[in-house]
């Protein structure tokens, strides 16, 4: 080893990231508040880090720890016995698989397009990107779920080209879920696939219902669901790495799977977008999930909806502060009134010691303020709503940020398509994104940025942040170079 210790170094860089235990982060992560929960996934991550996913037959291990996660989320989800199952690399992944097994269970069909709400995730349009799949987003109305009908209609107005309709348990903006039942029975009875993303609400929502909440019906017990995306390195409290991809017959996988002899070396052979991959997350979420068990998720469900029913019972008593739409899993959008802004709220909060998460404003949404509520944050839920009402207080006192007009309408004249990379870098400094010299040091407060960010429009946003995660993304040289 050439340096005596790098550990003592990445220990020191890994100071300045979020926290990831304390419960005082409330997106990104997912806090079980166990740290023995912790320390059994951790160890198996790193026993596994070596082995690869690639083979099956080469590491047997992996692939009975894969088929005994999918039968636990199985027996969860009200699977069938026909159903099968996929550990992928997260969230994004899971969608995108269930995005390309849809399209390429049609080869025929030449110009693909699925339905969606609006409110779907982000992951749904990286998947139209990639695969070629027309996204037709349907509007949402007051309460935030799809809309059943408007969905029948976009359906109907090519049904034969629509390879998908989607539905969220929960939305990640907003937490609401959609009505499976009825987007499930509109695509069963046109012969389509209907894929549930429960991503984020999928470990939790089964709990939820259980424990008497009122959960419409969105899992396998529901007609005309034909796969569910579940994380574990969400509500699962697993390492970061897992998720799971669920068909409702290994017939509706099968598209999933890749199979290439076309080279001179080993017939690759996936079922995941990867192919060498590490053993490690896959075991991580197995020995949490092994060592928590039913009973231990069914506990840490409780703690996370006592804290999420507090949390809502103690926002709704902050002038300035309230909820978009009433939270029906772990999630909340909070809004504020014209007294402050949100983003001056969610910076108040940062030096307070808690992250909450600026979401942009959306069509005639205003900006919100995201929760993702843990268990481990239940211990701390009167200091979380004491930050809360003394960050409304200075969010008000501040004022809210405004843009300059001239700076709106110089950004809303601008077209992002045809703007150059020196243009950008003005653009960069000039919303505070990267400073004047070489500089990348983000600002201390972010209501600024965010502000002049929300004013743009979703394309202007989209080219700004690309334009800057390029700048952020460049190698570091040694000067003295490699040792
Ligand atoms: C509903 C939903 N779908 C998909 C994803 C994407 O998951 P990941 O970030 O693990 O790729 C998320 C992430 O928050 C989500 O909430």
């Not at 080893?1 to 419960?23: F, I, K, N, S, Y």
């Not at 994380?231 to 017939?251: C, F, I, Q, V």
């Not at 409780?302 to 772990?330: K, M, N, W």
């Not at 994104?433 to 929300?454: I, K, T, Y």
């Amino acid at each position: 080893m050439t340096q005596p210790d790098p550990l003592e170094r990445l220990r020191a860089l890994q100071a300045h990231d979020l926290p990831v235990h304390g419960g005082r982060t409330l997106a990104y992560v997912y806090d079980s508040g166990l740290p023995e929960v912790d320390r059994v996934g951790r160890e198996a991550v790193a026993a596994y880090a070596g082995s690869n996913g690639l083979d099956p037959t080469a590491f047997p291990s992996l692939l009975q720890m894969e088929n005994e996660l999918v039968g636990f989320a199985l027996d969860l989800l009200d699977g069938p016995g026909t159903a099968v199952g996929t550990v992928t690399s997260g969230g994004t992944e899971s969608v995108l698989l269930a995005v390309q097994a849809a399209r390429d269970a049609h080869p025929d069909v030449v110009e693909p397009r699925m339905v969606l709400p609006a409110t779907a995730h982000a992951a749904f349009h990286k998947a139209a990107h990639y695969f070629g799949v027309e996204p037709v987003l349907v509007p949402v109305g007051d309460s935030y779920a799809a809309d059943v009908a408007a969905t029948a209609r976009a359906v109907d107005e090519a049904r034969d080209r629509t390879v998908l309709v989607v539905a969220s348990a929960p939305s990640y903006a907003h937490g609401v879920v959609d009505p499976v039942t009825e987007l499930a029975a509109l695509a069963a009875a046109r012969g389509i696939r209907c894929h549930v993303d429960a991503c984020i609400g999928g470990w939790v929502l089964p709990y939820a219902a259980r424990l008497g909440r009122a959960v419409p019906p969105w899992t396998f017990a529901v007609e005309g669901v034909t796969s569910i995306s579940v994380d574990l390195h969400k509500y699962g409290y697993a390492p970061k790495g897992t998720s799971l991809l669920l068909h409702r017959t290994p017939e509706l996988r099968r598209p999933q799977l890749f199979a290439s002899a076309a080279w001179p070396g080993y017939t690759m052979l996936n079922s995941t977008m990867q192919s060498t991959k590490s053993g490690g997350p896959l075991a991580g979420a197995w020995a949490v999930v092994e060592s928590l068990g039913d009973t231990g998720y069914e506990l840490l469900s409780r703690e996370v909806f006592r804290a999420v029913d507090a949390i809502v019972a103690g926002t709704t008593d902050i002038d300035g502060l309230d909820l978009l739409v009433s939270p029906q899993s772990t999630l909340i959008a909070l809004v504020t009134d014209a007294s402050c802004d949100a983003f001056t709220v969610c910076d108040e909060m940062a030096t307070r010691g808690w992250y909450v998460q600026p979401q942009m404003s959306y069509g005639a949404t205003p900006p919100t303020i995201h929760l993702s509520v843990s268990a481990a944050t239940g211990a701390h839920v009167d200091e979380l709503l004491t930050a809360l009402r003394d960050s409304v207080r200075a969010a008000q006192q501040a004022g809210p940020v405004s843009v300059d007009d001239d700076v709106v309408a110089f950004i809303e004249a601008l077209d992002p398509a045809a703007l150059s990379d020196a243009d950008f870098d003005g653009l960069l400094a000039a919303s505070g994104l990267v400073g004047g010299g070489d500089s990348l040091e983000l600002p201390e407060r972010m209501a600024e940025v965010n502000a002049l960010l929300d004013v743009a429009t979703p394309a202007m946003r989209e080219a700004l942040l690309t334009a800057f995660l390029d700048r952020l993304s460049r190698p570091v040289r040694r000067a003295d170079g490699i040792r």
